[in-house]
């Protein structure tokens, strides 16, 4: 599958847990591309006390990334964003008007813990949204409050925020429990985006040509081309809907 757009990885170095260096960061770039990977999303973690790296600072980056890139710079659409872990410094940056969002559209990338109970995550998706933002809740299989019951994840959806999961935790690279759930959401078209959350080459790749296999495989064509392509890529162009092909 070519045309993919990952919305969420760690490519940048130097600035989160993600790429070390900046060659790991390109071979992380030289990975996707050769995966099907057309646009992609630098998402730097942004969480107090653990990963503060500045707007600055990562703008820095991303455009070294770029320069690095040779010839790849031309084949492949680059945007720049962040993680936000929810927390008092996303309330903050929300008040000043200090954000990052997804492309050129108005969603926002918003990380859960298991420090978060299932009424503080409904209470940040109605903080983003009253701030003008979408939330797209990242790697959702991740978070202990909403593994029990898809019923869960479905009242978030009615609220109007955007899931994503990963490609990773889809093939189950963080174990069965979450691959069952991952495939328990999507059956029930719980999911509007699958990314990567790449942060190095081998211990948590891209592996985003696996899953459109596997997705095309168990859930057909179209389904896995709305994940994968259609759905991130209208949202990096702040178009969430516009198309007949995207599913919100």
Known sequence: M???????????????????????????????YAQGVRAVCATPH????????????????FERLQERAGPLRE?????????????????????????????????????FSHAHSESEIQSYIQIVQQSGY?????????CPALRGDTA????????GA????????????????????CRKLLKERLVHVVASDAHDPEMRPPELDRCAV????????AYAEQLLCTNPLQILLGREGETEDAVY
């Open 2 to 32: 070519t045309g993919i757009a990952d919305i969420h990885c760690h490519i940048l170095p130097y600035v989160d847990d993600g790429a070390l260096r900046k060659e790991e960061s390109l071979e992380l770039l030289e990975m996707q």
């Open 46 to 61: 942004l969480r107090k006390g653990m990963f503060e790296s500045t707007d600055d600072a990562i703008r820095l980056q």
């Open 75 to 111: 084949r492949m659409r680059f945007f720049l964003s962040r993680e936000y872990y929810c927390d008092e410094g996303l309330l903050a940056r929300l008040e000043r008007g200090e954000i990052l969002p997804l492309g050129m559209g108005n969603c926002l990338l918003l990380e």
């Open 134 to 142: 979408r939330p797209l809740i990242a790697h959702l299989e991740r």
């Open 152 to 159: 869960q994840t479905a009242a978030l959806v009615e609220m």
């Open 162 to 181: 955007l899931i994503q999961v990963n490609a990773g935790s889809i093939l189950g690279r963080e174990g069965r429990r979450q691959a069952s759930f």
């Open 214 to 221: 596997y997705l095309t495989k168990k859930l057909g064509a």
